[in-house]
């Protein structure tokens, strides 16, 4: 299942974080803007999982999708959900990141945590998949990046019933790397690594 992150609008309706607490977050924020290509995260993210889609469909994988268009009003715990009951083998939830200082740049792939008890069941799995993704960037493009980051507060993961990753592909507030981004070859690097990851994966599976 890939779940390309946002969409055109924001819902700031509250929802809870996991199953097992009461702090609430916005269901789906509205991402971050290109500062360089003025293009919202919401576009990047398809643009990227559309490509990755059609690679790992070439090499053979079934894959669905949380969407495909902009306009769906879609909450991360539904997008969990849709996972859940497709019994995905993985979720890879593909976004692109901000920061306030525009130097910051980098790749990073992020795993819920083992220390929420919702997400102990799929965090050492998500874990290994994380790590090869990792792995299959550093290749693809080249670039250290930024790591692994286990994330306890994300509700695309604590409602997550199987192993699910989410990629930041870059930051959006960096005007080289967010140039970069939309580049043709440059975005055939990064789905050639989270390919290699994913395959990587499923392979031991």
Do not use: C
Not at 59 to 81: C, I, P, W, Y
């Amino acid at each position: 299942m890939l779940d390309p992150g946002h969409q055109r609008r924001g819902n700031n309706e509250p929802e809870p974080v996991g199953p097992d607490t009461r702090e609430t977050k916005a269901k789906v924020s509205s991402g971050t803007t290109g500062v360089s290509t003025k293009k919202p995260e919401y576009v990047l993210n398809l643009e990227v999982s559309l490509l990755l889609r059609d690679e790992l469909q070439r090499r053979g994988f079934e894959v669905a999708m949380t969407r495909e268009t902009h306009d769906v009003d879609l909450s991360n715990k539904q997008r969990a959900e849709m996972s859940n009951e497709a019994g995905a083998a993985l979720t890879v939830r593909i976004h692109a990141d901000g920061d306030g200082s525009a130097s910051t740049r980098g790749f990073s792939v992020l795993y819920p945590s083992p220390s929420v008890a919702a997400t102990k069941p799929i965090a050492a799995e998500s874990k290994e998949a994380a790590s090869f993704m990792l792995a299959g960037l550093q290749a693809a493009t080249g670039q250290k990046g930024r790591g692994l980051s286990a994330r306890e507060d994300l509700s695309g993961f604590n409602w997550s019933k199987v192993p699910v990753v989410l990629a930041e592909i870059g930051f959006m507030t960096n005007p080289e790397e967010d140039k970069r981004m939309s580049e043709a070859d440059y975005q055939q690097q990064l789905v050639q690594g989270m390919a290699d990851g994913i395959e990587r994966f499923l392979a031991g599976k």
